[in-house]
């Protein structure tokens, strides 16, 4: 009953003066939408990676050559030597194997040009390795690959610049004087970042070897490991396997350098780790100078009430109760500003912010809450206390 | 007057400000053999109606003060109702308070932004009584001062009159020991002052122990007992016949 009573005296102090309460409530407001939004963002921009990394198929290793600094000797190139000698080599956590060039064109289609983002030649491997499904038509071959046929997959990105609506499935496209026959269409994928991986045509290796890189070098050789828990295992057979071919005895000097999408997600998620912990730093901030906000009002209103006090404790106020009285005020305070924070950062986190879609952290909307209600409880104390140790002749003398 | 005790014990109260030279003996009593304060004794009894007097700096307040145990003595003892205050904590002072006394101030020194039921209601609250009894005492309470209608209403949508009247109310709703006036109807004019005294002398005749501070002899005229105190010593004690 007497808590029910310290509600109501709290309400009524902040009633009389709406203004002040408003204000002071903004500033914590600021502070929890900000903490809840700027996690959001962190981490939406988290999870952006992690999608991306995933759709790049997350039991995938990319081997590519690598110039050692300070090396006398250049690197050796990767050749589709080396991929056969992967394929062919006694290693169990090797799935498959596909070598990847990469070049660059325009495709014609009547006479609608448009210059897609890359063309690759590979295997057929490369489709699930890369995480590549078809939507419409088919994959090419091994037998395609055998025989070089001029057959092309495209992504769905290139299929509409080219095709316009038209079913590119059987279509002939002619890339740098060659036609090739469309035998499928890619899935979406979706954009992530600056590239699109669905503006891309797939062809055979030896087909895009003819006609564009000639027959020397690739450019990575996409290898699959069995499963995702074997990738390491899958990293050190084919380290071993191309030491071997490469005639290099000392593993330190390498010309070539395996990575697995964990090893980047981990390098990019820590990234965005830091990232998400600078914001929430900078919104912690702002947090803690709505807190101070709350100190400084009801510094301004203890003195303001003084006579109030004074009042009070002659008419047998125990301390408890004018400590309550303040706290609960201080605390209203927090928890009126914390809630409608906690519904202003759920609402702008519905909003797309700088190309991130934020993603809410349920932890961050308990613990911002949690953190303005002990923040108003903690600067509330000290005005709190101070009101409480009036003695009550003072504070009816004072004017 | 009655078998009782009286109800305000005062052995050798002394009060004293600062230190050294600058020492001033708010309260102080006559003089000893060897010219130090003795202190204010003073007794008290249960439904007596008495007015302090004394020019300002006479020590009325200090008294007060004292009597309201808003403030401690420098020395001496102090018995209220039986009890010794002069030991208490500041907790055990607030229930003191809460339980013996009922403050009625100069400028009425009502709760602002409160109704009239509400400022009634606050010692019971701090007392901890319960809400619907709270209620019953405190519409008593403001009946008992004529107010009854006027419950719903804040400070400032009443006069000077009727906000004393409500701190009166609000004093008497705890059935203390004792009511302590200061100056009650200093801020008021002479018709407010009038009901104001005749409230206040209608509860001294239900046996309520009243004190009352005041400078004004129209005022102290309707108390029974009248003590005028000079520089901080009680320089005449004087019982008079009630004047109705």
């Known amino acids: 009953m007497i808590a029910w009573q310290m509600i109501r005296f709290a309400f009524g102090g902040l009633a009389a003066n709406k203004v002040r309460s408003a204000l002071t409530m903004l500033g914590v407001l600021i502070g929890v939408a900000a903490v809840i939004l700027l996690l959001a963002v962190g981490n939406g921009s988290s999870v952006a990676v992690k999608n991306s990394i995933t759709a790049l198929g997350t039991n995938s290793l990319t081997v590519s050559s690598s110039n050692l600094r300070g090396s006398a000797t250049a690197a050796k190139p990767l050749t589709v030597n080396d991929a056969k000698a992967l394929a062919e080599a006694q290693a169990p956590a090797i799935k498959s194997v596909a070598p990847v060039v990469t070049t660059s064109g325009t495709a014609l289609y009547g006479d609608i040009s448009h210059a897609p983002g890359s063309i690759v030649g590979t295997y057929p491997a490369y489709f699930e390795t890369a995480n590549q499904k078809i939507a419409k038509g088919d994959y090419f071959s091994n037998d395609d690959v055998l ?14 610049q080219l095709f316009a609506g038209e079913d590119p499935v059987g279509k002939r496209i002619v ?9 499928g269409v890619l899935q979406t994928k979706g954009s992530s970042g600056f590239n699109d991986p669905d503006d891309v045509v797939i062809a055979p290796l030896p087909t895009v070897q003819n006609a564009f890189t000639g027959f020397g070098s690739v450019n990575q050789i996409l290898v699959q490991a069995s499963s995702a828990e074997s990738t390491t295992e899958a990293q050190a057979e084919i380290s071993r396997v191309l030491l071997g071919a490469h005639a290099i005895t000392d593993p330190t000097k390498a010309d070539f350098r395996v990575s697995n999408q964990t090893s980047l997600l981990t390098a990019r998620e820590s990234t965005t780790k830091t990232f998400t912990v600078l914001l929430g730093a900078v919104a ?11 100190t400084n009002i009801m510094l301004v209103t203890v003195t303001e009430r003084t006579r109030e006090i004074g009042i009070r404790k002659a008419l047998g106020a125990p301390r408890a109760a004018i400590l309550g009285q303040f706290l609960t005020e201080s605390t209203l305070l927090s928890v009126l500003g914390a809630g409608l924070g906690v519904a202003a950062g759920l609402f702008g986190a519905r909003f797309t912010i700088v190309g991130i879609t934020p993603v809410v952290i349920p932890e961050s ?12 409880l903690f600067f509330g104390s000290y005005p709190a206390n101070r009101a409480a140790a009036l003695r009550p002749i003072d504070a009816l003398r004072h004017e | 007057m009655t078998s009782k005790p009286p109800v305000i014990q005062l052995r050798s109260v002394a009060k004293r400000y600062g230190h050294g030279d600058a020492t001033v003996h708010a309260l102080r009593g006559p003089d000893g053999p060897d010219g130090s304060p003795l202190g204010v004794s003073l007794d008290i009894d249960e439904g007596d109606f008495v007015a302090v007097m004394g020019s300002s700096g ?27 205050v002069g030991h208490l904590d500041e907790q055990q002072l607030s229930l003191v308070r809460n339980r013996k006394i009922g403050f009625i101030f100069q400028s009425f020194n009502l709760v602002p932004r409160t109704t009239a039921l509400a400022q009634v209601e606050l010692p019971l609250a701090y007392a901890g009584v319960r809400s619907a009894e709270r209620r019953r005492r405190a519409l008593a309470a403001l009946e008992r001062v004529g107010l009854a209608d006027r419950a719903g209403h804040k ?5 000077g009159g009727q906000q004393q009247r409500v701190a009166v109310a609000r004093a008497l709703v705890t059935a203390p020991a004792m009511l302590l006036a200061d100056e009650p109807t200093g801020n008021l004019d002479s018709r407010s002052t009038d009901e104001v005294l005749t409230i206040i002398e209608g509860l001294n005749r239900t046996g309520r122990t009243i004190v009352l501070i005041t400078h004004e002899d129209e005022v102290a005229e309707r108390a029974r007992r009248v003590i005028r105190l000079v520089d901080g010593a009680v320089a005449s004690d004087v019982r008079q016949g009630v004047s109705v």
């Open chain 2, 155 to 159: 400070p400032n949508e009443l006069s």
């Open chain 1, 147 to 160: 025989n070089s046929r001029k057959v092309a997959v495209i992504g769905s990105t290139t299929a509409t």
């Open chain 1, 175 to 183: 890339i740098g004087g060659t036609p090739f026959t469309v035998t």
């Open chain 1, 284 to 294: 912690a901030i702002s947090l803690l100078v709505g807190g101070i906000g709350i």
């Open chain 2, 58 to 84: 006479s020590g009325k307040s200090t008294l007060m003060n004292i009597l309201g145990c808003l403030d401690v003595p420098t020395s001496g003892r102090y018995l209220l109702d039986g009890t010794d």
């Open chain 1, 365 to 376: 909307v308990v613990g911002a809450f949690a953190i303005a209600v002990a923040i108003g």
